[in-house]
Structures are given as C-alpha cells and as structure tokens.
C-alpha cells in the first residue's frame, strides 16, 4: 500500500522529442513492486510501500503560452518528487525549466532527481550540457533561484554511465528513501534473469502459475466452517494472481523496449516472448476472470506481437491478434472512458487493423479504421493544445496516403500540405525534435507526389528538392541506437522524391535520388535479413531504380537491377500471400525488366 500522501509519487519533466524515455520510466516505474524484505521498513522517505504508486508524465511539452498551464502546476504541486529527464534538447527547453522553477518555489529543492539520457552534466561545450539551468542553481529561502551551484541527485542512462536499469533503480532507491546498493543486492538477480534468460524466468512463472491454479481452489471453500481458511486462500490467491500479472507485463513492455530494435535471431526472440507472456497470461485465466490489469497486459502483448508479425511477414496472425486487442480495449475504454491510457491503447489497436488492411489493399477498411481512431484522438481532452498533434497527424498521413492511392490528389495533397504544417508546428515548439523533422520532410515528399498526380509538375518538383534538401541532414545528430529509424525515414522521402522526379520524367534525376536512397536501405536490410519491411524497401526502390534506368536507355544496368529486385521481393510474397503491397512491389519489378 503506498503510504504517501500525495496523489503522485513523482512528476517526470521532459521534452516532447524526449517522449520514448518518459514512456519507458513512466511503465516502469508504475509497474515496479517492491522487493520483498523492504516493504514496511523505514526509509528517509517514510515507511516502504510495495508499489511506487501513481506516477505523473508531463506527455508533452507547452506551447504558445507564457505560462504553465494551472493543470500542470496542480500536478507538481500533487507530487511528492520531481523527475527530469536530462538531454541536450531538455537543457534547451523553456518549459522543462519552468517546471523546474516553479517545483523549487514549492520548496522541494530535496525531492528533486534527474536522469541523464544524452548530453554532459555541467558541459564545457554549452551546445552538449544535458542539465537545465534551473537545475543547476539552489534555491533562496523565498523559492526564488539563486546563483549558487547545485548538485542534483543524477542517474545515467547512458551506456558509459549507469546504464539504463541501474538508473532506474537508482531513482527508484531515491524514491523510496533506501540505499541504492541495498535496493540493487535485491533486484539484481532477478534483473540478469528477466532481461539475459527470458526462458529460465518463464520456466519459472509456470511453476508459478501451476501454483496459481492450485490456489484457484480457494472458490471451492465457501462453507461456514472453513471460511477463515477460504479467506486466507483467497488473499494468497489473489497476490500470487497480481505478481503474476505485473511480471509478465514487465515482460510485455520492459524487454520490448530493450528489443524492439534488435535485428537478427533477438527480433524472432522477441516475438516468441510476447507469445509466451500470452501463453502466461492465459493460464492465470484459467478458471478465473482476469482484472482490468490482467486484460490490458494482454491487449498491449497482442498489439506488439502484431506489430513484430507485420514485419516478420504473418500479416493474416497479425491482423488476428489486432483485432483481438482491439475487442479487450474497446470494452476496457468503454467501461472506463475517464482512462486516458486505455483509450489511446484502443486507438493504437485501431491504427495496427488499417496498417494491415492497406498492405492487403483493403483501402475502404482501412479509411474506416484510421477515421475511427482519429475521431476518438480527436475527443480525448488535451489542455495543453498539443499532446495529441502528433498522432492525429500521423493519422491524417495515413489517410492522405490512401486518397493518393485512390487516386484523390486535389484532397491528397491538401492532407498533406495539412500536415505538413502541423509538424512544422511541433518543431517550432521543440527545434530538436528530430521525430516532427522527419514526419515534416515525409509530408512535404508525399505533397510533391499528390501535386505531380494533379498536374503541377513545377509545384512537385519544389516540394521534392525542399524534402530531400531538408532529409540529407536527418539523423545527423541523433543517438547511434535511433540512426537506422532516422536513416529509414529519409531513404524513404528520398524514394518518394525519385517517384516525383519520374513522373516529370527527369529520368536521370530520379536514378540519382534512387541510388541516394539505396545506398541508405542496402546496408539496413543486410544488417537486418529477419525485418521483412526493409527487405520490402530493397526491393521496391530496386525496381523503380531499374525501370528509370530503363526509360533513360541504360538497359544493361536495368536488366540487372530488376533482376536483384524480383529475387529480393519474390520471397516476401511467397512468405505472405496476403500483402497486396508486396505483390503489386513483385509486379512492378517483373516490369521494369527491359525486355531483351
């Protein structure tokens, strides 16, 4: 039972670009238990509970005011500690230092603790400092800043520093009031099993979870004479129930955070451990009804498998487990239409069923999935006017994708000039937001594409040149782990200038703009054979490049080129019949082969 008084055990501060750290902490920290021999001990903080309790995620930064918003300031002030993400981009953001200032005008300068993502502490370079200011300087006794250094209580996410589960657990220590070596002698062994030997740990939870079915009986013990047994039964039970749940959730999010980004044998190692949390999860329901906590471990395992299913080429078990995910949270978010989170879960639901429905062509099923989910983004309260921009533009994008398809330019290219300036938008709020950058070059890319398609070949070509112009400097100054999604991005809005520059039939630009792209893809789908989505790219830009060469009469270079990408995408469509997207990429190929 969590013991503090305040509504939230802490308030993470961070940057809108900064949204995947404050995802993971905020999962992480709410789905944390406390290990057993420290609950109910005294620490500097208080007595232990066994959970950390609610946490507060700042989802995004404020924008167009000069103010915080009276909703954020209520929630600082609600909070018993104050997290903040450090980066260089933080360091450099108006509102994570007002949360700052005003949190030290509370007069908790003591509760506050940061965790370093990227950057320097106290940088020479001030272009690499990763602290606020605010969070350098004490406060007067009046709340106000003084200009006395700081030293704030820090963990290191980074590699080179504590790494990311030591810091967690460093602001976990920090949160409870208990000694980070002490906190990290108890979790240790059982970090290393969860996170290095996924399947000794699940061997484990099903002895676990054979003892759950034992417990199950308690339902059988109902008579007056053995209620006090039935009663202890229940408890046990019960417990043995949520720390079953709450493990294979960490599961769930935890290692598919660590994961989700690793090629080779580690993404099939990835999807069977989402299998086997839906294996687990399954057993604990039999013979009895999983809580609310049960069911949303099991939606968010469906909508991951789905997604890693996608890219493995099974989109027929993708599109089932989707929609199975969507049945679990519609009637969650319809139950609790107050729960943020399940309703954005349900709309995640909604955006995996129209992605698989586009890749089979079902563009009428599609549209309705993608304006299902819109309209539900659309009514979900947002005070600070920007938390849901991305995602209902990245709506719109699928949308507009699907009228450029249909054949709709006029409206194609009006969506994505809409969301071109939506992005832009973002970024104006947030300079280093490498995510709203590259959705902006894609915007405009696609916008080239809407207007070739309607006529303007002068307007395309201006929307081309600024994409790829602004998509050479993606990347650039990003994390070695985020470089291949960057990379992705810009080989694709590359692509798609090369697809406008053809229809304008500057055929010898276009090659030039596909070569650019393809020495991009090439070396990220070597690095990744398992990931069929970069395979698929190989072989598509492969076929265009190969037809421009054609048209521009390098017959021999085209013969070869098709070639390498009929033998790269024939595979894809014998793996996954259903993908209408890989098929029609397999005919395009068959004909950009000059005949002889």
Known sequence: MNNDPSPYRAFISYRHADKAWGDWLHKALEAYRVPRGLVGTEGHAGVVPDRLGRVFRDRE?????????????????????????????????????????????????????????????????????????????????????????????????????????????????????????????????????????????????????????????????????????AVAQRSRAEANLDTGIGTAKAFITDLTADLKTAAGAQRGFLIRMQQRALALLDALASGQKLPEAGDEAKAQALVELAAGLIDAGDTGTAMQDAEAAHAIMQRLATARPDNAGYTNQLTDSLDLVGTIKVAWADFPGALEAFSASKKIREGISDPSGIGQTGPLTDLLMRIADIELSSGQYAKAGRDFDAAYYAYDGLLRADLNDTEASARRCLAQAKKGLALAGAGDLDGAGQAADAAIADARHLGAAVAPEDAAYYGGLAATVMVVGGDVYAARRDFERAGETYDEALGIIDPLAAEDPTSKARQFALGAALAKYAAVLGANGEMDAAVELAAKAEATLAPLVTLDPLNKTWAKALAEARASRPAP
Not at 156 to 175: H, Q, S, T, V, Y
Not at 187 to 214: K, P
């Open 61 to 229: 930064e404020l924008a167009a005011a000069s103010d915080l918003a009276v909703e954020i300031q209520e929630a600082l002030r609600r909070s018993a500690n104050l997290i903040v993400i450090c980066s260089r981009g933080a360091a450099q953001s108006h509102w994570v230092n007002e949360e700052i200032v005003y949190w030290k005008g509370l007069g908790r300068e003591a509760r506050v603790f940061a965790i370093i993502v990227d950057g320097e502490p106290n940088a020479l370079d001030p272009a690499n400092e990763c602290f606020p200011p605010a969070l350098k300087f004490a406060a007067n006794p009046d709340g106000t800043l003084s200009d006395r250094p700081a030293e704030p209580i820090a963990a290191d996410a980074r590699e080179a520093g504590d790494g990311k589960e030591n810091a967690k657990l460093k602001l976990i220590a920090g949160l409870l009031g208990v000694g980070f070596d002490q906190l990290r002698r108890r979790e240790a062994e059982a970090q290393r099993r969860a996170f290095r030997r996924f399947a000794a740990i699940a061997a484990a939870l099903v002895l676990a979870f054979a003892g759950l079915a034992g417990a199950a009986g308690w339902f059988a013990w109902q008579s007056e004479v053995q209620r006090a047994e």
